[in-house]
T-cell receptor
Framework: AQKVTQAQTEISVVEKEDVTLDCVYE???????LFWYKQPPSGELVFLIR??????QNEISGRYSWNFQKSTSSFNFTITASQVVDSAVYFC????????????FGKGTTLSVSS | KAGVTQTPRYLIKTRGQQVTLSCSPI?????VSWYQQTPGQGLQFLFE???????NKGNFPGRFSGRQFSNSRSEMNVSTLELGDSALYLC?????????????FGEGSRLTVL
């Protein structure tokens, strides 16, 4: 069975702190895609990153970085120098190659950044 | 470029009624997916439509149905509403032609069942 686990339910940090959101996934498939989405209070899910199972390169985009490790089935997300605008719910998700657009989401991590 | 538009944004129904939600995808996108978000179950995939055909379906009862029109707009319908159907219903659009492609989500329709 496929599963995504985000063990951290809520995280609170002070502005400018670095924070890492953990994501562990389970699948027996060899071809799959991993995603991170951000959900602000408005409700829509905002795409942050997509990674396929054959690309283990880490990625950095501004203050955001992602660490994908197949050996530990993890796809962690780090925000450097957090800002109040980063406050949101963050979801990690998995799609199997044959599953079309059927994302399997984790339960999400609520990040609160205070000034 | 206009994003994904969902209507209505908020609605209140009573048990036993039915509801229809609408989703207009990004222009040029042919795939529309629907998700249900509840505090208890989180985000769950309902179904996907591509070129007016249901291409994939999640594990929901037959009370949940959908369709897609030739202009790619999609509707989902929930019949015989139950209290547990109270949720945020999110629509996502994508090109639908590449595996694992990026999904663009709307702001959702928040349904309350009394």
């Amino acid at each position: 069975a496929q599963k995504v686990t985000q063990a951290q339910t809520e995280i609170s940090v002070v502005e400018k702190e670095d924070v890492t959101l953990d994501c562990v996934y389970e699948t027996r498939d060899t071809t799959y895609y991993l995603f991170w989405y951000k959900q602000p209070p408005s409700g829509e899910l905002v795409f942050l990153i997509r990674r396929n199972s054959f690309d283990e390169q880490n990625e950095i985009s501004g203050r955001y970085s992602w660490n994908f490790q197949k050996s530990t089935s993890s796809f962690n997300f780090t925000i450097t120098a957090s800002q109040v605008v980063d406050s949101a719910v963050y979801f990690c998700a998995l799609i199997l190659n044959q599953a079309g657009t059927a994302l399997i989401f984790g339960k999400g991590t609520t990040l609160s950044v205070s000034s | 470029k206009a994003g994904v538009t969902q209507t209505p944004r908020y609605l209140i129904k009573t048990r036993g009624q039915q509801v229809t939600l609408s989703c207009s995808p990004i222009s040029g996108h042919r795939s529309v997916s629907w998700y249900q978000q509840t505090p208890g179950q989180g985000l769950q995939f309902l179904f996907e439509y591509f070129s007016e055909t249901q291409r994939n379906k999640g594990n929901f009862p037959g009370r949940f149905s959908g369709r897609q029109f030739s202009n790619s707009r999609s509707e989902m319908n929930v019949s015989t509403l139950e209290l547990g159907d109270s949720a945020l219903y999110l629509c996502a659009s994508s090109l639908g032609t590449t595996r694992g492609g990026e999904l663009f989500f709307g702001e959702g329709s928040r349904l309350t069942v009394l």
